[in-house]
C-alpha cells in the first residue's frame, strides 16, 4: 500500500468521522433544545407548585377559621344544653307547684261546699226564726190587745 493510498483511506475514514462527529453535535443541539424545553416546563411546574402552596396555606387559614367557628358553635351548644336543663329543672319544679296549686283548690272546694251546705242550713234556720219572730209578734199584739181589754174592763 502506498502512503497515497493510506491517506486516502485515512481521510476517508476522518471524512466518516467528521460526518459521524457533526450527527452526534446535531443531535446534542437536539438534546440541549429538549433540554431547555425540559427546563422551561420544570420551571412552569415550579411556579404552578408556588402557587398550589399558596392555595393550601389559604385553605389551611379558611380551615384554621372554620376550627375556630365550630369550637364557638360547640359552646353555644354547651350553653343551650344547660339551659335546657336548667328548663327542665323548672318544668319540674312548676309541675310540683301546680300540684300543690291543685291540693290547694281542692281542699278550698271542699270548705266551699262545707261552707254553702252551713249558708243554706243558717238561711232555713233564720228563714224560720223569722217565722218564729213573726208568730211572737203576732201573739204578743194579741197579748197586748188581751191586756188593754182587761185593763178597759176593771
Do not use: C, H, P
Not at 476522518?14 to 429538549?34: A, R, T, Y
Not at 377559621?65 to 318544668?91: A, I, R, T
Not at 218564729?132 to 197579748?143: H, L, M, R, Y
Amino acid at each position: 500500500m502506498t502512503n497515497e493510498e493510506f491517506q486516502k483511506i485515512v481521510l476517508e475514514k476522518l471524512g466518516n468521522l467528521e460526518d459521524k462527529v457533526v450527527g452526534i453535535g446535531n443531535k446534542v443541539v437536539g438534546l440541549e433544545d429538549k433540554v431547555v424545553g425540559l427546563e422551561d416546563k420544570v420551571v412552569g411546574l415550579e411556579d404552578k407548585v408556588v402557587g398550589l402552596e399558596d392555595k393550601v396555606v389559604g385553605l389551611e387559614d379558611k380551615v384554621v377559621g372554620l376550627e375556630d367557628k365550630v369550637v364557638g358553635l360547640e359552646d353555644k351548644v354547651v350553653s343551650l344544653e344547660d339551659k335546657v336543663v336548667d328548663l327542665g329543672n323548672k318544668v319540674v319544679n312548676l309541675e310540683k307547684g301546680q300540684e300543690e296549686i291543685k291540693k290547694d283548690v281542692k281542699s278550698i272546694i271542699e270548705q266551699t261546699t262545707n261552707l254553702s251546705e252551713f249558708r243554706y242550713e243558717i238561711n232555713t234556720k233564720v228563714d224560720k226564726l223569722t217565722e218564729e219572730f213573726n208568730t211572737i209578734e203576732i201573739v204578743t199584739a194579741k197579748n197586748w190587745n188581751d191586756i188593754a181589754k182587761l185593763k178597759a174592763a176593771r
